[in-house]
């Protein structure tokens, strides 16, 4: 596992059938009040939001700190009143005319150099480069591009937390899709998981799910631990840490 990253918590919501949208892979608004404000909460306690640019095209939104309760203990605790929210994505293919990007929150881009060249000519400035290489431009809808590439050209996450880390960002909350969820789970970057069951039935063999990707054998599955569950009204709040492999 790498140490150096930070404490990362993965917060969904799903039908009873284990589905996080439906077939059409449309917004999912089944979630109660109830459920807003409990990721709210969690979005509220961390320092960075990630998701994956699906989750985004399918919103058109993120999720901001509305609760004034929530924003005056982000003050208290010396924090900015909306955490940075990145979409990640490799190929950059973003709408700039999403309501996204009307939103008062500091916006970043994760992405590769494939990614990055797709906002060229966008840009109102330049930012020092994170990869130490010059510089990065910056278009005006993201306040940073940041690109970390593996030789086969995919997005290096380890690098990216690594890097998030080391600018004191010690709190990461992922809000999906199945895809990025998948990746960081094969790479051991998530700590705990928080799960809300909601009673609908969603069903569809191409509807997507909390883990995507190819999946994982029973053997090498990652292992969870049940730290606490709620039950509010007609929805059931779970909590799980990753257990850490066996040495």
């Known amino acids: 596992m790498l140490q150096h990253r930070p404490h990362t ?23 109660s009040r109830v459920d807003k404000a409990h990721l709210e909460k969690q979005i509220a306690a961390s320092d960075a939001v990630l998701f994956g640019a699906g989750t985004l095209r399918a919103y058109g939104t993120t999720l901001t700190v509305s609760d004034p309760t929530l924003v005056r203990l982000r003050a208290q605790e010396g924090k900015p009143p909306q955490p940075v929210h990145i979409v990640t994505t490799h190929s950059g293919n973003l709408n700039p005319e999403i309501n ?35 510089t990065q431009e910056c278009p005006p809808e993201f306040e940073q591009i940041l690109v970390f590439e593996t030789p086969t050209r995919e997005i ?71 730290l606490e569950v709620h039950t509010v009204e007609q929805e059931v709040f779970l909590h799980y840490r990753l257990q850490q492999p066996a040495d």
């Open 9 to 31: 918590t993965v917060v969904l919501a799903m039908s009873a059938d284990g589905k996080i949208a439906d077939f059409r892979r449309s917004p999912a608004r089944f979630g």
């Open 156 to 226: 290096d996450i380890p690098a990216a937390l690594k890097h998030l880390a080391n600018i004191d960002i010690t709190r990461l909350v992922v809000l999906g899709g199945g895809e990025l969820v998948a990746s960081l789970l094969g790479l051991d970057l998530i700590d705990e998981l928080w799960l809300t069951v909601c009673p609908l039935i969603l069903g569809g063999s191409t509807a997507p799910t909390p883990v995507e990707g190819k999946g994982f054998l029973p053997d090498l599955a990652p292992k969870l631990q049940l």
């Open 100 to 134: 996204f990007f009307k939103q008062p929150v500091r916006r970043w881009l994760l992405t590769t150099a494939l990614g990055k060249l797709s906002w060229k000519g966008r840009c109102l400035q330049t930012l020092p480069s994170t990869l130490g290489t010059g």
